[in-house]
């Protein structure tokens, strides 16, 4: 197991280059046996230096499909309130073994989702954090925990997957106060499927006076789901093909009526499009850490907070109606007014537009090609009498779609420009005559192309962003402005339907994370070559210790 080179050590207030480039001979001419371990550039969590705790969740071994169940029980050494709480995966295979998708639960609610990487055969380990900060009122009792990772071990995929999660829980002090949280974190009951749709039942504190749905949804399996950005019309002759074509839209329906939309982000896990060479050692965006699409319910407490039971459906429009494939667990985060025991209220507004899905398809010479423009909004207004008076709430939500996708005789070329973007603005008037606003934009970006050459060479050429603008709004008119940028590209080839010692793989790629504006600068890149860490920069000024 080989790690990158030694860091450089940084300077203050200056460009801080973190690893030597690695010398000419230092770098394979092409992939071998083994590899640097899989990182990112992504952002690490922030820490506080207060007294910390650690509960261990898994310690486990996962070679088949049988999910791993033990029980939590909060720290009694770092108080009753946490400043942070961080959720650490440290994971090791070796051996031949494909991506493997995971879930851990806890108390029956999602914490955390991830896919794995595929591993050299000398073997490699990787870590993710997660803040769970946010669910503290979850963490602060004991439940039963449950995690999934279904693997497959046998004569030809030997890589068993040994893994750890723990929680680490930081206590607070004068400089680190208890952290931002719901009063309550809830999953859904009842839980079951209804075709392709996800369904459970949902009963709210009543005195609930804000409601946040986190769903982690993706489509993954191993079907065409899996890729549903590149999924076709009916009879365009494409092996992955659907009625509507590649749009998806993840919709949350309460009762029946539509209560939110959004777009899915489109993941590309580490054995994607046709070339795990691409991220042996740098993995697309979200690919450790799947994180879930959050959307805003406050609008229907009205309804929800009767005290009844209340069906909520996640359904994924565009999806055919016997497809499967795709995995939408449901956290609900609420906060509660202490100043009522009831919270009543009502929906002033909802309103939908007619959902647009044009698809166009083309044939020049056997080239097929199909473009698509979707785009569909969804508003909704609702009142509540809580104890520190009226308050609405409107929640406005617009996704969309562009993209072409365009492959030759026998899918080969096979290319994809696309670009999904999701945007909400989330406006509350109190009943002072306050009001505030946060929009929060965002944009996916995957472009790539897969070809195979007249010596069955296969290559590979990808381009995925992941970026978000938030703009926040108070009454006295200040506004505030921050960008996340998480960007991926490479390159790979070798050869197929050869033994693994003649695909003489070659391949490069680059992973940059960038957080810009009002929020603290932070600007990571890492470069590879060959499986190899070649550069390693940070580029945002940085203070003496």
Sequence with gaps: MRRALALLATTALSVAFLSLPAAASEVPEEFGSDWDDPRTAVKPVDKPKTESCEVELV????????????????????????????????????????????????????????????????????????????????LSSGHDTEMTLGNVVDDTYTGVLDVRVSLTFYATDAQH??????????????????????????????????????VYATGSGGGCEEFWYLAAPTDSGYDCESGSG?????????????????????????GG????????????PR???????????????????????????????????DSKGWSTPVALRGWQDEGSRVVKGGLMDDDTTRPVNDVHRSNDDGAES???????????????????????TTVKRTVGMSSTHSWGPGQHPDELSASLTDTQTRSVLAGDGVASERTVQREFGLDGRVDVDADNRLSTKIEMSDAKKVTTAGASGDRERYRVRDTYSGEASFYLDVPRGDRHAKGVSKHRYRVSGDAPCYDRTIATQNGYVVRETERCRTAVG
């Design 59 to 138: 310690d486990h071994s996962f070679d088949d499909s049988e999910p791993v169940k033990g029980e939590f029980k909060p720290p009694t050494g770092c108080g009753q309130e946490w400043s942070k709480i961080v959720l650490r995966l440290e994971g090791k295979v070796k051996g031949r073994q494909y991506d493997r998708l995971g879930q851990l639960t806890i108390g029956g609610v999602p914490v955390f989702k991830t896919s794995t990487p595929e591993p050299s055969p000398e073997g490699i380990a990787w870590t993710q954090e997660k803040d769970l900060s946010g669910y503290a009122a979850l």
């Design 370 to 392: 199909v473009r698509v423009e979707a785009e569909h909004s969804h508003t909704a207004t609702g009142w509540l009498a809580t104890s520190h008076g009226a308050v609405m």
């Design 246 to 270: 590649p749009y998806r839209e993840v919709q949350v329906l309460i009762d029946g009526q539509l209560a939110g939309v959004a777009a899915p982000y489109p993941h590309v896990y580490t």
């Design 273 to 284: 499009w046709s070339n795990p060479f691409l991220w042996y050692t740098l993995p697309a």
């Design 177 to 214: 106060p208890r952290a931002s949280a719901a009063d309550t974190v809830l999953p859904l009951r009842d839980t079951g499927t209804d075709g392709a749709d996800l369904t459970g039942k949902l009963r709210t504190p009543r005195n609930t006076e804000r409601l946040l749905a986190d």
């Design 287 to 321: 690919t450790f850490d799947l994180r879930p699409i959050t959307y805003d319910l406050t609008p229907y407490l009205g309804a929800l907070n009767d005290g009844d039971s209340h069906e909520i459906r996640v359904h994924v429009a565009g999806v055919d109606p």
